[in-house]
């Protein structure tokens, strides 16, 4: 059974940091990997996805890598901004449409 | 194009009460799954459709059920609640394969 842990829990920084959260998985057969931002009490956005053929996806201030063999990921966010603050998740998908979550990573970005 | 939307957007409802919650996916998108969202579990997957059919259903009991119509949107039903099931329900709406999920804002059912 696939199990995906986040690390840090929460985590709090001053604008315009640098910052990695970490996402890793116990099973390396996955198709995918996505990272997703929830605002309290919102539906999930999907930031990016990673094919299981991929290394890295990048969007804006975002950049995402992906190790299947060592069963890692990392959400890279450049140049913080309070905006930013939010829940990010990781989910892979092993089969047709189901996500395995972690339980995320809080991140304050304060001005 | 219109994001997924689910209805209704919050529900209180008495333990033993039965509730059904909506989903519409995006126009196109012929897979729906459901997931439930506490504090204590985080995001579990509930069940997925595609094309009116159930692909995948995850470690959750009987009283939760779903169904997928023609038109692709999707229903699902808990029976007999239990405090427990007060949660966010989440649904999501993909192509049906192994491209990016697309989730809606959410039902949140509270029990009382």
């Known amino acids: 059974k696939q199990e995906v842990t986040q690390i840090p829990a929460a985590l709090s920084v001053p604008e315009g940091e640098n910052l990695v959260l970490n996402c890793s998985f116990t099973?390396?057969?996955?198709?995918?990997l996505q990272w997703f931002r929830q605002d309290p009490g919102k539906g999930l956005t999907s930031l990016l996805l990673i094919q299981s053929s991929q290394r890295e996806q990048t969007s804006g201030r975002l950049n995402a890598s992906l190790d299947k063999s060592s069963g890692r990921s990392t959400l890279y966010i450049a140049a913080s901004q309070p905006g930013d603050s939010a829940t990010y998740l990781c989910a892979t998908a092993a089969g047709y449409s189901t996500l395995t979550f972690g339980k995320g990573t809080m991140l304050l970005v304060s001005p | 194009k219109a994001g997924v939307t689910q209805t209704p957007r919050y529900l209180i409802k008495t333990r033993g009460q039965q509730v059904t919650l909506s989903c519409s996916p995006i126009?196109?998108?012929?897979?729906v799954s459901w997931y439930q969202q506490t504090p204590g579990q985080g995001l579990q997957f509930l069940f997925e459709?595609?094309?009116?059919?159930?692909?995948n259903k995850g470690n959750f009991p009987g009283r939760f059920s779903g169904r997928q119509f023609s038109n692709s949107r999707s229903e699902m039903n808990v029976s007999t609640l239990e405090l427990g099931d007060s949660a966010l329900y989440l649904c999501a709406s993909g192509p049906g394969g192994t491209d990016t999920q697309y989730f809606g804002p959410g039902t949140r059912l509270t029990v009382l």
């Open positions: 099973d390396s057969a996955i198709y995918n």
């Open positions: 459709y595609f094309s009116e059919t159930q692909r």
């Open positions: 126009s196109g998108h012929r897979s």
